[in-house]
């Protein structure tokens, strides 16, 4: 009994750098073994199948020490980068403070802070309920909606993406994430910018809300001017409820705190927020509400818990977000992200005129979409119709691998069939990386533009893959 290590004290049998110097060379085999097979394969098909030793910032680096440029931030999360040297020393902080916590029968210091922090951002708003993850912010206010207006159906836009649990996936815009998983609950899509048909759903009088991204990040699509505003007033109409889904597009993404900023007197009466608030360490989200609605739901003592997560308000996540928030205002990212996001769009968009596969340039911020259509010359139509005809995106994820295998630069589809490439970097690059991805994707675009070449080979593998997928 003697020699038993005393409670608390470390593990002698582990060593995570020992672990992964032994064991990190498996990871793709571990991955089709043990996890989601069709990732590592799907990675190797298209030569993303990279080995990361270290991150930074904006960059990885492998292990001959050449660096990446990240324009991903891991589909959002990374906001502030990798690594932020403050979000780090929080998360330090908060560990060795040894905290009692997740108690679920106190009031910790952490959670109010940071609901006081957020909420400044959102002054028409009053509380916060956090939970861990963006499909749970929406699903709390899914909920929330639901029980504050006693009315069951929740609206949302065709193409939309809210998470993939089952009440987010019940107003998800794509019949390919829903096939399969039926029954989901009974919601209703209508086109974005439409707002005829948000008027005949409300008239129906069963609506409680409607769930809205302010840029859509499949495809990155804006909302048509005044949208939101008209929206609002069609549903405060009819007693039902706007609900901002900002979980890729909050906390400064757009170069504006909150996307729906962009749209002067639109206040929705539920916001959701998640990936950058974490600082790229700690899941959490964020569902920010009125005041009438939370007391709607948590009506008395007996349903003090009717609604909560396990890991909802835990010391780290709350830590983490409130260095992200003081990151953001110290460091002007915000304003950064606008700033830079203004000077990548217009570059780009310049490009449209230059070569006729770039349709389109499109975004705000730090969020841009660039969408590849249909070329005049015969000799690109006929290369553009073959990949069409095989299956619709192959060649915005011929310009991807390039972009990777050439030039070291992470990005991806905004989603599937979509000739769309989104752009959603860390809101802290600035002039330097945009002349790396303008200059990239410039020479990119140039090769494609040629008609043959390595390139298009490529585009043939892709089309026999996808032959062979059907």
Sequence with gaps: MADEPEVGSPVKGFDLARLLAERGAERYELHAKHLNHQLPRMLHTIGFDKVYERAEGAYFWDADGDDYLD???????????????????????????GLADLTRFDCPPLPGLLAEKLLAHAPHLDRVFFGSSGTEAVETALKFARYATGKQRILYCTHAFHGLTTGSLSVNGEAGFRDGFAPLLPDTAIEMGDLAALARELK?????????????????????????LAAQELLHKHKALLIADEVQTGVGRTGRFFAYDWEPGVEPDLVC??????????????????????????????????????????????????????????????????????????????????????????????????????PKSLKLRGNWTMLQAARKGLFAQMVVVPL?????????????????????PPLTIGEKEV???????????DDA???????????????KQAVANK
């Design 204 to 228: 129906r009088g069963d609506v409680a809300g409607f769930v809205v991204e302010p840029i859509q990040g499949k495809g990155v699509h804006l909302t048509p001017p005044g949208f939101l």
């Design 71 to 97: 324009m991903l931030a891991g589909f959002g999360v990374m906001g502030l980068g990798r690594h932020h040297p403050v979000i780090r020393k929080a998360l330090h902080d908060v560990l060795d403070a």
């Design 449 to 463: 533009h040629r008609g043959g070449g390595l390139m298009w080979d490529f585009g043939r593998t892709l089309i």
């Design 273 to 374: 927020v998640a990936k950058a608030l974490s600082g790229g360490y700690v899941p959490i989200s964020a569902t920010l509400g009125k005041d009438w609605i939370f007391k709607k739901v948590y009506s008395s003592m007996d349903r003090v818990l009717v609604h909560s997560a396990s890991f909802g308000s835990n010391a780290q996540a709350m830590a983490a977000g409130l260095a992200t928030l003081t990151v953001m205002e110290d460091e002007r990212i915000t304003e950064n992200a606008r700033v830079t996001g203004d000077l990548l769009r217009t570059r780009l968009a310049a490009l449209t005129e230059r070569y006729e596969l770039l349709y389109d340039v499109r975004g705000r911020g730090l969020m841009i979409g660039i969408e590849f259509g249909r």
């Design 404 to 424: 990777l295998q050439r030039h070291r630069i992470l990005t991806q589809v905004s989603g599937d069939h979509l000739e769309v490439i989104k752009l959603i």
């Design 435 to 445: 002349d790396r991805f303008v200059d990239a994707f410039t020479d990119v675009m």
